[in-house]
């Protein structure tokens, strides 16, 4: 660890750290610069602009100093001058302005948006170009940032839907949950078909936050997607929406697939379905297709649960085997 590192640390656990941050930047700067940091005269050197650091005795050469720190070369000083505008942005709009540059530049882009969204809702309307940018991971930061926002993301991030970047597709779909517009369900809905797993996964969910039931026979059909990942999302959607999917999943008992058949079993157990089939009907035809189309450690469990029904007067027996 060196000095600089050292002393941004230790700056940090005192308290009074922005001051002593913004000292590290500076003399590093300084020093790269060729001027002795114990001193205010510069040292003969070349005609290169790094020779050319202001005094740092004002706001403005604070401001250019730091905004020479995010474009440098160094990871330490461009951390250190991050997290120095993060804690001025509250007081200076230059600050603001200068994080959202940093964040073009591709050095430390988390950490750039993690200032961003710390300064919220400072930066606000300073983001939607950033929709535009030419760089996937610009693009992908920014649609999560304006999450922040719902006024803004309404009308600017469906269109990041359709982005060439799955990434940047899926986090607007996470983005378009703050809405909560019937915009945003259509964009969901027609996402479900996407070519990228991760995308269809937040679709699922994306459409289960907005749409509830209303999206249930859409997501019903992702039960049986070649990506466990999406098979997941749909049965979480699902079992999110409660009581009222079962007319739509009880059919799917029936599909070709047998892992669209379990799928929709685990969907009914989990609504609490299986065990409302198993206490009204007396001869358990539902139930048994539930059961017919699970694991044995499902149907074991609802036996299990059958049984203590029995004993409490309250259902009929059931076995744990699956019908033929």
Same mark, same amino acid.
């Given at each position: 660890?060196?000095?600089?590192?050292?002393?941004?640390?230790?700056?940090?656990?005192?308290?009074?750290?922005?001051?002593?941050?913004?000292?590290?930047?500076?003399?590093?700067?300084?020093?790269?610069?060729?001027?002795?940091?114990?001193?205010?005269?510069?040292?003969?050197?070349?005609?290169?602009?790094?020779?050319l650091v202001p005094e740092v005795d004002?706001?403005?050469?604070?401001?250019?100093?730091?905004?020479?720190?995010?474009?440098?070369?160094?990871?330490?000083?461009?951390?250190?001058?991050?997290?120095?505008?993060?804690?001025?942005?509250?007081?200076?709009?230059?600050?603001?302005?200068?994080?959202?540059e940093a964040l073009t530049t591709g050095?430390?882009?988390?950490?750039?948006?993690?200032?961003?969204?710390?300064?919220?809702?400072?930066?606000?309307?300073?983001?939607?170009?950033?929709?535009?940018?030419?760089?996937?991971?610009?693009?992908?930061?920014?649609?999560?940032?304006?999450?922040?926002?719902?006024?803004?993301?309404?009308?600017?991030?469906?269109?990041?839907?359709?982005?060439?970047?799955?990434?940047?597709?899926?986090?607007?779909?996470?983005?378009?949950?703050?809405?909560?517009?019937?915009?945003?369900?259509?964009?969901?809905?027609?996402?479900?078909?996407?070519?990228?797993?991760?995308?269809?996964?937040?679709?699922?969910?994306?459409?289960?936050?907005?749409?509830?039931?209303?999206?249930?026979?859409?997501?019903?059909?992702?039960?049986?997607? *070649? +990506?466990?990942?999406? @098979?997941? =999302? /749909?049965?979480?959607? #699902?079992? !999110?929406? %409660? &009581?009222?999917?079962?007319?739509?999943v009880l059919p799917l008992l029936e599909? *070709? +697939?047998?892992?669209? @058949?379990? =799928? /929709?079993?685990?969907? #009914?157990? !989990?609504? %609490? &379905?299986?065990?409302?089939?198993?206490?009204?009907?007396?001869?358990?035809?539902?139930?048994?297709?539930?059961?017919? =189309?699970?694991?044995?450690? #499902?149907? !074991?469990?609802? &036996?299990?649960?059958?049984?203590?029904?029995?004993?409490?007067?309250?259902?009929?027996?059931?076995?744990?085997?699956?019908?033929?």
């Amino acid at each position: 660890m060196d000095a600089a590192t050292l002393a941004v640390i230790c700056a940090i656990a005192c308290g009074g750290w922005l001051l002593l941050v913004s000292g590290v930047v500076v003399g590093r700067l300084r020093r790269d610069a060729g001027v002795d940091p114990g001193s205010d005269a510069p040292r003969p050197s070349d005609d290169s602009p790094r020779a050319l650091v202001p005094e740092v005795d004002g706001e403005d050469a604070t401001r250019r100093l730091l905004e020479e720190g995010i474009r440098s070369a160094d990871r330490d000083i461009r951390i250190s001058a991050i997290t120095s505008l993060g804690r001025l942005g509250q007081r200076h709009e230059w600050a603001v302005d200068a994080l959202i540059e940093a964040l073009t530049t591709g050095g430390e882009p988390v950490r750039v948006a993690a200032q961003l969204d710390r300064l919220a809702p400072l930066p606000g309307d300073r983001l939607i170009p950033l929709l535009a940018h030419p760089t996937d991971l610009v693009r992908f930061c920014a649609t999560r940032l304006v999450a922040r926002y719902p006024a803004l993301a309404e009308p600017h991030i469906p269109e990041l839907t359709r982005d060439a970047s799955p990434n940047v597709r899926a986090a607007a779909l996470e983005t378009l949950r703050t809405t909560r517009s019937a915009e945003s369900l259509r964009c969901s809905l027609r996402l479900l078909d996407d070519p990228d797993a991760r995308v269809r996964a937040n679709a699922c969910r994306t459409a289960a936050a907005i749409g509830g039931p209303r999206a249930a026979p859409f997501l019903a059909m992702r039960l049986g997607d *070649e +990506s466990w990942w999406v @098979r997941e =999302a /749909a049965r979480e959607a #699902l079992v !999110d929406a %409660g &009581a009222d999917v079962v007319t739509v999943v009880l059919p799917l008992l029936e599909a *070709e +697939s047998p892992d669209l @058949r379990h =799928a /929709a079993a685990l969907v #009914l157990q !989990d609504v %609490g &379905a299986l065990d409302d089939l198993l206490a009204e009907d007396v001869e358990h035809r539902d139930a048994k297709r539930i059961l017919a =189309a699970s694991t044995r450690r #499902l149907r !074991d469990a609802a &036996a299990g649960r059958a049984q203590l029904g029995v004993r409490l007067g309250t259902r009929p027996a059931i076995t744990s085997e699956p019908v033929p």
